[in-house]
């Protein structure tokens, strides 16, 4: 999850910043991700999270669950475990079913009433071999830069 939430900080959404870690059954990584616009888009899209339909984030933005299936490592993500800052969207909750992921691990579920999250939770609740667990809080301290001080004359 240390590593999720790290990944969550290269996030450019100004509003919520999320990131994801699949682990396999060894507990090692194959594949991080976090929320950001398609490839080539960045800068091009808007972030706005009110607005006009067209022009606030939500249709554009490929969320971190979906870019760390795409950046596995692994052909076979079968036994493998998903950590997540956020409780994954229905659509997301499709994605991990579909890569044959068996557990979720999540650590905020800020959006738990929403229909998108109500959804996601029967789709991984009909799944025995899916286990939702809710983590403690986890702090990362980000450590003072190194190198030496700027010389001032
Ligand atoms: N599990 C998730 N993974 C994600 O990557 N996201 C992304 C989509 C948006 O960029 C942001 C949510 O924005 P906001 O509605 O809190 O301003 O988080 C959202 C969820 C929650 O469904
Ligand atoms: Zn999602």
Same mark, same amino acid.
């Given at each position: 999850?240390?590593?999720?939430?790290?990944?969550?900080?290269?996030? $450019?959404?100004?509003?919520?910043?999320?990131?994801? %870690?699949?682990?396999?059954?060894?507990?090692?990584?194959?594949? !991080?991700?976090?929320?950001?616009?398609?490839?080539? %888009?960045?800068?091009?899209?808007?972030?706005?999270? !009110?607005?006009?339909?067209?022009?606030?984030?939500?249709?554009?933005?490929?969320?971190?669950?979906? =870019?760390?299936?795409?950046?596995? #490592?692994?052909?076979?993500? =079968?036994? %493998? !475990?998903?950590?997540?800052?956020?409780?994954?969207?229905?659509?997301?909750?499709?994605?991990?079913?579909?890569?044959?992921? #068996?557990?979720?691990?999540? +650590?905020?579920?800020?959006?738990?009433?929403?229909?998108?999250?109500?959804?996601?939770?029967?789709? +991984?609740?009909?799944? !025995? =071999?899916? +286990? +939702?667990?809710?983590? #403690?809080?986890?702090?990362?301290?980000?450590?003072?830069? %190194?190198? $030496?001080?700027?010389?001032? #004359?």
């Amino acid at each position: 999850m240390a590593v999720a939430l790290l990944s969550a900080k290269r996030s $450019k959404d100004p509003n919520t910043q999320v990131g994801a %870690c699949i682990v396999n059954q060894e507990n090692k990584i194959v594949g !991080t991700g976090y929320n950001r616009m398609p490839n080539g %888009c960045d800068g091009e899209l808007p972030w706005a999270h !009110t607005g006009p339909k067209l022009e606030r984030k939500y249709i554009y933005v490929c969320h971190a669950e979906l =870019n760390a299936i795409i950046n596995k #490592s692994k052909a076979d993500m =079968n036994g %493998c !475990t998903i950590y997540v800052t956020l409780f994954p969207c229905n659509e997301c909750a499709k994605l991990i079913i579909q890569a044959g992921l #068996s557990e979720v691990v999540y +650590l905020s579920d800020k959006y738990h009433d929403e229909d998108e999250t109500i959804a996601s939770r029967r789709m +991984l609740d009909l799944l !025995t =071999n899916v +286990l +939702l667990e809710e983590w #403690s809080e986890i702090q990362i301290n980000t450590p003072k830069p %190194c190198g $030496k001080p700027s010389q001032k #004359s």
